[in-house]
């Protein structure tokens, strides 16, 4: 995959369905509801769990930092001071300045993309030491999931296991969760000037140039395995709850690399249709492309991927800037 760096920004979406699922729990086991009027709602958390799942099984020269990680005897998981050592290869944290902590933090795909805040407790400052807590402000944000569908009940079945008493599962009947999200790779030119030198060195950045040229940036690379994982995450983790959890529809809108034209979220213009009678389902993105084609002159790309025999899209394809592609399909 190309190293090139990629400086666009970019807002889209991701639909992803459940059918007699339970896409994302609340504590007592059913699926998160809005307190206001019940409606089904999913966290970016839970979607972006999938997509660390699916970059850690698929790619595996990826580093993937906020993941389980079992200790040796596989009785308990490791904390994030561990984790960052064994994913980074580092000997000792405490050894480390955060000059040097950066670059490590940045060097693994998640945080490059979905940021961190690393504040290991047993790396607080002390009198001998630095504070070595960073705050990486991620160059993908991606928001919470609201139903499209609206009609979808809850319902809960009772499960027996071989070695405890009856049990219970809570399902959704159906849901079609949207989640929103934009890709701005500027927010990694912020990381350089973080942290700041000692008190002879106020004015200069901690990372000279040298040190600078070896923090990552955005790469095409990056956005095809992110592209790859909104895509496919939810229909490859396919545990029991999860189940009748599957990608339904994705859509990039690329921005010209000057452009700071800035898009409201996507969800308002998209409308669902349960398929009746044998027909299929379909997504009236009629006003989200009317939309986006007033702002024509400032987009470079619009991208839609779906799964042409399950999903019908309704919309005017006069655009010359949209490509339709398989869901399923991988760059």
Not at 123 to 131: F, G, H, R, Y
Not at 173 to 190: D, M
Not at 253 to 267: G, R
Request: hydrophobic share 35%.
């Amino acid at each position: 995959m190309s190293s090139t760096e990629f400086k666009k920004r970019v807002y889209g979406c991701v639909v992803v369905k459940a059918v007699n699922a339970n896409y994302n729990a609340d504590f007592n086991g059913l699926p998160r509801r809005l307190k206001s009027d019940g409606s089904f709602y999913a966290t970016d958390k839970s979607f972006k769990w999938l997509v660390r799942n699916y970059i850690k099984k698929n790619y595996e020269n990826e580093k993937v930092l906020f993941r389980k990680i079992y200790d040796d005897k596989f009785v308990d998981t490791v904390d994030l001071k561990k984790a960052f050592e064994l994913i980074t290869e580092t000997t000792e944290l405490k050894d480390l300045k955060k000059k040097d902590i950066l670059p490590k933090l940045i060097d693994c795909i998640d945080v490059r993309l979905f940021g961190a805040v690393f504040s290991p407790e047993n790396a607080k400052k002390t009198k001998s030491d630095e504070n070595k807590s960073i705050s990486v402000h991620g160059v993908v944000q991606v928001n919470h999931a609201i139903d499209l569908f609206g009609k979808g009940k809850v319902y809960t079945d009772e499960i027996l296991a071989p070695f405890t008493s009856i049990g219970s599962m809570s399902k959704a009947t159906e849901a079609h969760y949207i989640h929103n999200f934009s890709i701005n790779p500027k927010n990694l030119s912020s990381w350089k000037n973080v942290i700041k030198k000692e008190e002879d060195e106020k004015e200069k950045s901690l990372l000279d140039d040298g040190k600078e040229n070896s923090l990552k940036v955005l790469s095409q690379s990056d956005i095809n395995i992110l592209k790859n994982s909104f895509n496919n995450a939810a229909t490859f983790y396919d545990s029991h709850s999860k189940s009748g959890v599957e990608n339904e529809l994705s859509i990039y809108v690329t921005l010209n690399e000057n452009s700071i034209l800035t898009l409201p979220n996507f969800a308002q213009f998209i409308t669902f249709k349960k398929g009746e009678n044998g027909e299929k389902n379909s997504f009236d993105i009629s006003g989200l492309i009317k939309y986006l084609t007033k702002h024509d002159e400032e987009i470079a790309s619009i991208d839609i991927y779906y799964i042409e025999e399950l999903t019908t899209l309704v919309f005017d394809n006069q655009n010359s800037k949209i490509k339709i592609f398989d869901l399923t399909k991988t760059i």
